[in-house]
C-alpha cells in the first residue's frame, strides 16, 4: 500500500492549492480516502474523509466551506482543493485509508505572505 502526495507550495493568504494523491497496492474504489494534516510543533489532524463512492464527505470545522474533497477512482487518485487558505492552515498534508497502517511523504503547504 502506497501514497504519494503532490501539488503543496507557497501560496499567500486567500490563495487556493489543489492536492493530489495517488494510492495504490489496495483496491482504491472499495475504500473510504481521508486527509490529514500536521503542523511543525503539532500533533497530525484529520481534514477530510470521502466514502468509497465519493457520495459521501465529512469535514473538520475549521475548513468546512473552504475545503473539498474529492475522487477519481479510475485513476487511483484522491483530491483536497483547499480555497481562502490561512496561514493556520499551514502543514504537512498526508492522504491514507484508515484500513491500512501506511503512511506517505506528505506534501508541504505554506501559507504566508
Known amino acids: 500500500v502506497q501514497f504519494v502526495e503532490s501539488g503543496g507550495g507557497l501560496v499567500q493568504p486567500g490563495g487556493s492549492l489543489r492536492l493530489s494523491c495517488l494510492a495504490s497496492?489496495?483496491?482504491?474504489?472499495?475504500?473510504?480516502m481521508n486527509w490529514y494534516r500536521q503542523a511543525q510543533g503539532k500533533e497530525r489532524e484529520w481534514v477530510a474523509l470521502i466514502g468509497s463512492t465519493g457520495g459521501r464527505t465529512n469535514y473538520v470545522d475549521s475548513v468546512k466551506g473552504r475545503f473539498t474533497i474529492s475522487r477519481d477512482n479510475g485513476q487511483n487518485t484522491v483530491y483536497l482543493q483547499m480555497n481562502s487558505l490561512k496561514p493556520e492552515d499551514t502543514a504537512v498534508y498526508y492522504c491514507?485509508?484508515?484500513?491500512?497502517?501506511?503512511w506517505g511523504q506528505g506534501t508541504q503547504v505554506t501559507v504566508s505572505s
Open positions: 491514507k485509508s484508515n484500513s491500512f497502517d501506511s
Open positions: 497496492g489496495f483496491p482504491f474504489s472499495s475504500y473510504a
